[in-house]
């Protein structure tokens, strides 16, 4: 798999993010380019990266399932419009 991570640089304190998540090429048959690609990486403070990763993992109660496996079957334009919500909600420290 190539990624273009190395085009984007490295800053200290950063960490590097991807909105539609590595998982879904398998969950919802989203290809390497697509996951790869610049419009879908970004660099992140790591603390904001670390909340953002948290959150993808709790538990949707009442579902019984994780953030990140509601999201397996939605397309990616849908899982990158959820996933740019959760960014700025993370960034605004409003995530819940």
Known sequence: MTC??????S??????HR????CQAGRS???AAQLNSTDNL???PTDV????SAF??????????????TLTGL?????FFEGMIIINQAINGKLK
């Open 49 to 52: 990266h670390r909340k953002i």
């Open 4 to 9: 273009n991570a190395p085009a984007l640089g």
């Open 19 to 22: 909105d539609v998540e590595q």
């Open 42 to 44: 970004m660099k992140l």
């Open 75 to 79: 397309s990616y334009e849908e899982q």
């Open 29 to 31: 048959g989203f290809s």
């Open 56 to 69: 993808y993992s709790s538990n949707v109660a009442y579902l019984n399932q994780t953030v990140r496996e």
């Open 11 to 16: 800053q200290a304190e950063q960490d590097l």
